[in-house]
């Protein structure tokens, strides 16, 4: 088995394109990869929970769904820190989820220690 970083830099402004990055890092987990998210730009705005709730892509899903197979995977999801705050993303939206905020150093960790990485 693989282990894959998913870079999700989409958010809800083009949701066929980060949809289908949640949707493949859900089939990879679920195929017993080990897959990772890390969620930048406006792709951390997927972490918000009306987002979550909303989201459902064109042939891709529904990100509440996807989100609840990765947290049962064990998939965690990074987002970060610097696009929060750019973007209004407060600790209160990350509550009770599985995500971690980091610094983007940590990008550059994770691209480096997996074998592949996809980016949406």
Same mark, same amino acid.
């Not at 509550?95 to 949406?120: A, F, H, N, Q, W």
């Given at each position: !088995?693989?282990?894959?970083?998913?870079?999700?830099?989409?958010?809800?402004?083009?949701?066929?394109?980060? !949809?289908?990055?949640? =949707?493949?890092?859900?089939?990879?987990?679920?195929?017993?990869?080990?897959?990772?998210?890390?969620?930048? $730009?406006? $792709?951390v705005? =997927?972490?918000?929970?009306?987002?979550?709730?909303?989201? *459902?892509?064109?042939?891709?899903?529904k990100? @509440?769904?996807? !989100?609840?197979? =990765?947290?049962?995977n064990?998939?965690v999801?990074?987002?970060?820190? !610097?696009?929060?705050?750019?973007?209004?993303?407060? /600790?209160?939206?990350?509550?009770? @989820?599985?995500?971690? @905020?980091?610094?983007?150093?940590?990008?550059? /960790?994770l691209?480096?220690? *997996?074998?592949?990485?996809?980016?949406?």
């Amino acid at each position: !088995m693989s282990s894959i970083l998913f870079h999700i830099t989409s958010g809800p402004n083009n949701i066929s394109k980060s !949809m289908l990055g949640f =949707l493949l890092a859900r089939t990879a987990s679920e195929e017993g990869h080990e897959v990772e998210i890390f969620l930048s $730009g406006d $792709g951390v705005q =997927l972490i918000r929970n009306t987002i979550i709730e909303n989201l *459902t892509g064109l042939g891709t899903g529904k990100l @509440k769904e996807h !989100m609840s197979i =990765l947290e049962k995977n064990g998939v965690v999801i990074y987002v970060s820190s !610097m696009s929060c705050e750019n973007r209004g993303i407060t /600790d209160k939206d990350l509550e009770g @989820k599985k995500v971690r @905020k980091v610094l983007p150093k940590t990008l550059l /960790d994770l691209v480096l220690s *997996t074998d592949k990485t996809l980016i949406y």
